[in-house]
């Protein structure tokens, strides 16, 4: 089976909370990359209609919060995947940061930001 995946996700365990509309539920985040998201399936899980959502991931020990738009792209009893497709400066940055510490290595983190601004550009 072909890999799809296009960047490097890092495990990573914090706090999240996802806000659509009028509801929001508390969750856990698993694993990060630059282009998307996987999340714990919350208690209580029951989506309107929109595949947008606010995402607030708080780094444990830290002040620092990542906020961002994803959009939902599958989800299962346990699990959320999502894409983002909207973060704010200072959260990239923190992003980038994080996954710089996570990788250990330069170059593939430059490639990565590579690939990122080459699908941005293709939209």
């Given at each position: 089976?072909?890999?799809?995946?296009?960047?490097i996700?890092?495990v990573?365990?914090?706090?999240?909370?996802?806000r659509?509309?009028?509801?929001?539920w508390?969750?856990?985040?698993?694993?990060?990359?630059?282009?998307?998201?996987?999340?714990s399936?919350p208690?209580?899980?029951?989506?309107?209609?929109?595949?947008?959502?606010?995402?607030?991931?708080?780094?444990p020990?830290?002040?620092?919060?990542?906020?961002?738009?994803?959009?939902?792209?599958?989800?299962?009893?346990?699990?959320?995947?999502?894409k983002?497709?909207?973060?704010?400066?200072?959260?990239?940055?923190?992003?980038?940061?994080?996954?710089?510490?996570n990788l250990?290595?330069?170059?593939?983190?430059?490639?990565?930001?590579?690939?990122?601004a080459?699908?941005?550009?293709?939209?």
């Open positions: 089976m072909k890999e799809r995946r296009q960047f996700r890092i990573y365990q914090a706090p999240a909370t996802l659509q509309g009028d509801f929001q508390n969750t856990t985040l698993k694993d990060i990359s630059l282009h998307g998201i996987l999340l399936r208690d209580g899980w029951q989506p309107g209609g929109d595949p947008a959502f606010q995402v607030d991931v708080v780094l020990q830290t002040d620092v919060h990542l906020t961002m738009l994803a959009e939902l792209v599958d989800q299962n009893n346990h699990s959320l995947r999502m983002i497709v909207n973060i704010d400066i200072d959260s990239i940055s923190h992003l980038r940061r994080l996954i710089e510490l250990g290595d330069d170059a593939l983190l430059h490639r990565e930001l590579e690939h990122l080459d699908l941005a550009e293709d939209e």
